[in-house]
């Protein structure tokens, strides 16, 4: 079967913590929405934890976690989310970054991943971006991301269950084990059908271009066999 019988497979390796994979999300999506061959694209999220030890919360702010990680005072960390925050209400996003609350994304990359098994993986992705950037809730608390498994429209009890226990624990450990495998340090990453690759949250002009770009080396590629 020809690459024109198969979607084009994008996998979008990110974290829900990370600012700049919400921004580079809308983008992607905007780009995406542009493409002519849209419906023949299949987008897939990979799980990736920008910190796999973090505890299940911390006990200080955004700003004080930016001045020990990277040596800025809490002024500078301040400025830095203050430019960031305009960048992003121009993508239509509402970063409120004064009350975000830092804590571990395992459990809501595992949510993700039982979404995905009903259909609704890409629905509770978005949700989770908006729990954590525009409403700060706990992306590590059980019953918050149970809530928001509901407003997609799962079943707020089996999400529980599915939480209390481990499934899907190894898909995201195995999903993190690949991204070292293909190199990935940081976050957004794109990779299209596995030989054009992105990183960054880059303009909608640049993803339209990567995305054209995927589907004519395809379609070359169906031509050269017929």
Known sequence: MGNRENKMKVEIWSDFACPFCYIGKRRFENALAKFPHRDRVQVVYR?????????EQLPYDVYDMLSKKYGMSREQAIAGNVSLKNQAAADGLDFQFDGLVLANTFDAHRLCHFAERHGKGLEISELLYRAYFSE????SDH????????????????AIAML?????SDLVRNEEAA???LGIRGV??????RKFSLSGAQSEEVFSQALQQAWDDRSTLDDAIV
């Not at 799980?47 to 505890?55: C, G, K, T, V």
């Not at 019953?143 to 089996?158: F, S, V, Y």
């Open 143 to 158: 019953d918050t991301l149970a809530d928001i498994a509901a407003e997609a429209g799962l079943n707020r009890e089996e």
């Open 188 to 193: 957004p990453f794109y990779a299209i059908d």
């Open 179 to 181: 991204s070292q495998d």
């Open 136 to 139: 700060n809730k706990t992306l």
């Open 47 to 55: 799980s990736f934890e920008l910190d796999p030890q973090m505890p």
């Open 164 to 168: 209390a226990g481990d499934q899907f």
